[in-house]
């Protein structure tokens, strides 16, 4: 076998292994709580752009994202601060403003997506 022949062979490898990876995330993805896509609908950012873009009013329900979010909240209340995340995060902002802001939020998009 030559070289050009067993570099191939390794891309090729390669190749269907990153296939797998992608496809398991892509399954993964549909499987995700869209609800965060509401804040892309009033932004005008199609769902497909939204995988490009991370909002965290919503918690995430992957167990790697859940971790992280858990992580992160560790981490504020250790240095004396707050996390609020999910309906959590509404409720503050609802709290400190008075404004249903995701009511608002998702009239906006019904509008835009109607």
């Given amino acids: ?8 062979q390794l891309a090729d490898q390669y190749a269907a292994r990153l296939t797998c990876v992608i496809d398991a ?10 609800s965060h896509y509401l804040i892309y609908r009033v932004l005008g950012i199609s769902a497909r752009e939204g995988h490009l873009i ?16 858990e992580t992160l909240e560790t981490l504020y209340e250790g240095v004396g601060g707050q996390y609020d995340y999910g309906d959590a995060a509404w409720s503050y902002v609802r709290d400190k403003t ?3 802001l ?3 939020i998702a ?6 997506t109607s």
């Fill in 107 to 112: 009239k906006i998009a019904v509008e835009r």
């Fill in 98 to 100: 008075t404004i249903d």
């Fill in 54 to 69: 991370r909002v965290m009013f919503y918690y995430p329900n992957r167990t790697q994202a859940i971790r992280i979010q």
């Fill in 25 to 34: 995330r892509v399954t993964e993805m549909q499987e995700d709580d869209v």
């Fill in 1 to 8: 076998m030559t070289i050009r022949e067993k570099i191939r």
């Fill in 102 to 104: 995701k009511k608002i």
